[in-house]
Each structure stands twice: as structure tokens, then as C-alpha cells.
């Protein structure tokens, strides 16, 4: 899914990409974390390439929260109805803002099936060695309370566990990015070439993207793999994490008509929202069945919208 944002002055500002509707056959048992190969040695200093996106991104954080973007207070003032909540849930949940062809992903929204995980997400957080210490201890800190959030609101196992892992986070910076290949075929080897270009070659425009992949067409994801660029000043990254763990879980789309959410184009807001939340409590109820049909869902998703908003409107 890509992400535009509303900054038309600054041209081309990032976006987010979430793929989460791809469906491959074969995908070979879990994978191992593998390291990143030919990328700089710890603590060295960046390469001017890395320096030129830490200045960018700081530049796009900075016009993003002059227009009064990146709200992190969730937004408690807006009011949310139960039909709102339930047409967000369809737009966001049972559409996909992507086709895959053979040459790669293609802006096209498509209605789809409801899609999530059924096992365990196991997640395997990884930084590049160029990645300080202390902000490797502080992500990951932030990203390990942000799961457990995950984990409640779902009510489906989901914790950091780089045993057996089957969703794969990498915070890298654009040298260490583009040096990703062997890894990601080997996470993802029903990724097309053009599909691991999106990341290797993933242009600057791009924020961070994700890729959430079932086996077959039973809409059970089995794998996710999503990379965050480490250039990225605290809030941007962090906001990055929040977006790509969560629309991982089965949340692919967008909608303009989304707020307060973070499945809006505008970038309104940086964090998850309580909105959200109640998206992912009807994505994660058992009255829903992975692979369900728009139209199959529509019912329930009326009524599990009334039940969470307490109203009819």
C-alpha cells in the first residue's frame, strides 16, 4: 500500500508501502535471521549517501509537524461512529490498494479477503551494524512495549522471538538497505525480482514498507518482512514501526475517510489510535474467518462496530 502525503510543496515527500494482500505457494519452512552482508562496520561514520537521507528525513519530519501532522494525543475528540467505524473496517481490512503482476506491485484497489495471522507472529527485530547502540536499545524497547500493546489488543500471541521467527524487521540505513537481496530471498523466495527491487531500489520517496505474504489463497499470513530506514529522525521512525507492525497484522488499505487513524493518507497521526485499536479487535474476532469475503463480512462487521461504539448512527 502506498501512503501519499498531502505536502505537495515539498514535491517528493515519503511514502509508506504495505503489501499485505500477496498470496505464495511453496514458501519454504521458517527462515533464519541472516546478517547483513558487505554493509559498514559498527559505530562507523556515515556514508554520504546515509548523511544525505538523515538530512532529508529530518527536513520531512520537520514540514510534516509545522502543518500540524504527526499528532501522538490519539485524537481522543473526534467522534467515531459505529458506521464509521464499520465502513473504515471494510475499506482498510477488505481492500488492497495493490495487484501483484509480473513485474512487481501495481497501484490498483481491489476488493480481497480478510486476511491475518492464525499462528503466532514471532517477530525478529534486526539493525544494521551502522545502527548506534543506544538507539538500537531505545527501538528496541519501544518496539517490545508496542507488541505487548499489539498482543492485548488482539488477543493473539504476538512478542519479539528471534528462535523461530516468521515476521522480519529490519532497521537498516541505505547502504545496509540496498544489500538486502540474498536475505530477502531467502526469508521470501516467492518474491519475483521486481518484488526484492522494491526494497533493495526502494526510492526515497518511501518512508518504509512491508510485505505480509499467506501460503496459497487461505488468507493466513505466514510471513511478513518489513524494513524501516534508520535515518529516520526518532518520531518518524517510530511512527514507521507503529504503521508497518500493524498493517502487517492484516490491515493492508487506506482510507481518506479514517479518523483518527494512521490508515490515512494525511499523516494526521503518528502513533496508533484508539480507532485502530477497535480495527484491530474486529479484525482479531473469532466471529470473523480468515479468507472471508466482503460480503461476508459486512454483517458482522456491522455488528461488531455497534458492540465496540456502543451506539447506532
Partial sequence: MLKSLPIKALAALATCLVVAGCDLVGLNGPASVAAIPNTPAPNAAPTAKSAAAMAYYAQIQQALLGQGMLRTDGGSEIPVTDRMLADNFMRIALHDEYRRSSGGF????????????ETPVRIALQFGPSVPADRQAT????????????????????????????FFIQVVSEDEREAL??????????????DVAGVTQMPRSTYCLVYALSEGTTGAYSRAFAVIRSEHPDLLR?????????????????????RPSIFNDDEEFAFLTDHDEMLLRMLYSRELRTGMTPTEARPIVDALARRLTGGDS
Avoid: K, Y
Avoid at 501495481?106 to 495471522?117: A, G
Avoid at 500493524?246 to 475517510?257: A, C, E, I
Fill in 181 to 194: 537481496g540474498p536475505m530477502i530471498h531467502a526469508i521470501l523466495p516467492g518474491l519475483s525480482p521486481g
Fill in 106 to 117: 501495481v497501484r490498483e484497489e481491489i476488493e480481497s479477503r480478510l486476511r491475518r495471522w
Fill in 238 to 258: 517510530l511512527s514507521c514501526l507503529h504503521e508497518e507492525l500493524t498493517q502487517g497484522l492484516g490491515l493492508p488499505n487506506d482510507s481518506p475517510r479514517a
Fill in 139 to 166: 527501538d528496541r524497547a519501544r518496539i517490545a512495549s508496542f507488541v505487548a500493546r499489539l498482543a492485548r489488543v488482539t488477543g493473539h500471541p504476538i512478542a519479539l522471538d528471534d528462535r523461530n521467527p516468521n
